[in-house]
């Protein structure tokens, strides 16, 4: 599986510019890559739940609790960066919740969360994740690079594409959740 330093030359080779053999390289590339790699991953993690990012865990109440509203608050995992889904065994799936900074404030005692993890791991990505990630990064660096508006736009469609694609692969993998699942019957309803 691809490093980040590979997922970075990815992106630089895309645009004709010169590898990197570290984020920590003295280049315009490695600097231009360190700055802007991890701010790029992170919104391409947020922006779908993707299936090798997410995790699962139960959360311990704060001692603390909120001024109004909500009866308690607990704190995220420090690598939560987007909140699915809750659950808890006493209520059904549609709980009330709230996120308020690293915050997630409910009426119930008791919380299971599922989460997009920030997993810095390379090794745990999908390809087409990985392929996504050095599309956006190419379109990202592409004008300090190239000074080329032109060859931006041709990396931001090349971006739109791959996370199209990637997405799609994505949700179509594993079973699906028949509540979720459109039936016929939907279409015509809905033209009616």
């Known amino acids: 599986m691809a490093s980040t330093v590979d997922i970075c030359n990815s992106a630089l080779n895309m645009l004709g510019g010169a590898t990197i053999i570290s984020l920590t390289e003295n280049s315009k590339n490695g600097r231009l890559c360190n700055q802007r790699y991890e701010p790029v991953r992170d919104a391409i993690f947020r922006s779908h739940p993707w299936n090798c990012l997410i995790k699962r865990i139960d959360l311990a109440a704060n001692t603390e609790t909120p001024n109004f509203q909500w009866k308690f608050q607990f704190t995220l995992p420090s690598d939560c960066l987007r909140v699915l889904r809750t659950e808890n065994s006493n209520f059904s799936n549609e709980e009330q919740y709230r996120i308020e900074g690293r915050n997630l404030l409910t009426n119930q005692s008791t919380i299971k969360i599922q989460y997009v993890a920030k997993i ?24 300090p690079i ?33 509540d ?3 039936q016929a019957g939907d279409f015509i309803n809905a033209r009616l």
């Open 146 to 178: 190239t000074q080329s508006a032109t060859l931006m736009d041709r990396m931001f469609a090349l971006y739109d594409a791959k996370l199209k694609e990637a997405r799609f692969a994505d949700a179509t993998e594993g079973s699906s959740d028949d």
């Open 120 to 143: 810095t791991d390379t090794t745990k990505y999908d390809t087409l994740l990985i392929e996504t990630i050095s599309a956006r990064l190419a379109a990202e660096l592409c004008y």
């Open 180 to 182: 979720n699942r459109l």
